[in-house]
C-alpha cells in the first residue's frame, strides 16, 4: 500500500507560477511512474502530466505543454509539478497518483493508476 500526500497548492495570479509536491510512502516508489491529474468543479478528472519511474520519460496535456514541468526525486519519494505561467482555467483540485505497473512510459489514463492522494486545491485569479 502506497500513501501519497500532495502539498503546494494554493492561490495564484494568473501568469504566476507554483510547485506542488507529492511525497509518497513506502520504499516501491522508485519502481512506480507518477501522474498529475486534475478536476474542475463540474468537470471529469483529467490528465496532466506522467513520468516513468526512471524519470527519463514524460508526458504531458496539450493544455499545459511548455508550462507544466514534473519531475521527480526517488531519493526523496517526491514528485513535482511546476506550474509556469498559470491561467484561471487551471484552477483545480490537483491529484498526484502512483502506477504499479513499471513501463517506459508513463500512462496517461487514470483508471491505470492504483494509488491516489487526497488532493490539493490550485486557485488561479484573473
Known amino acids: 500500500q502506497v500513501q501519497l500526500k500532495e502539498s503546494g497548492g494554493g492561490l495564484v495570479q494568473a501568469g504566476g507560477s507554483l510547485r506542488l509536491s507529492c511525497v509518497a510512502s513506502?520504499?516501491?516508489?522508485?519502481?512506480?511512474?507518477m501522474g498529475w491529474f486534475r478536476q474542475a468543479p463540474g468537470k471529469g478528472r483529467e490528465f496532466v502530466a506522467a513520468?516513468?519511474?526512471?524519470?527519463?520519460?514524460?508526458d504531458y496535456a496539450d493544455s499545459v505543454k511548455d508550462r507544466f514541468t514534473i519531475s521527480r526525486d526517488n531519493a526523496k519519494n517526491t514528485v513535482y509539478l511546476q506550474m509556469n505561467s498559470v491561467k484561471p482555467e487551471d484552477t483545480a483540485v490537483y491529484y498526484c497518483?502512483?502506477?504499479?505497473?513499471?513501463?517506459?512510459?508513463?500512462?496517461?489514463?487514470?483508471?491505470?493508476?492504483?494509488?491516489w492522494g487526497q488532493g490539493t486545491q490550485v486557485t488561479v485569479s484573473s
Open positions: 513506502g520504499r516501491a516508489f522508485s519502481s512506480y511512474a
Open positions: 497518483a502512483a502506477d504499479r505497473v513499471t513501463a517506459v512510459l508513463p500512462s496517461t489514463n487514470p483508471d491505470e493508476y492504483d494509488f
Open positions: 513520468i516513468a519511474w526512471s524519470g527519463r520519460n514524460t
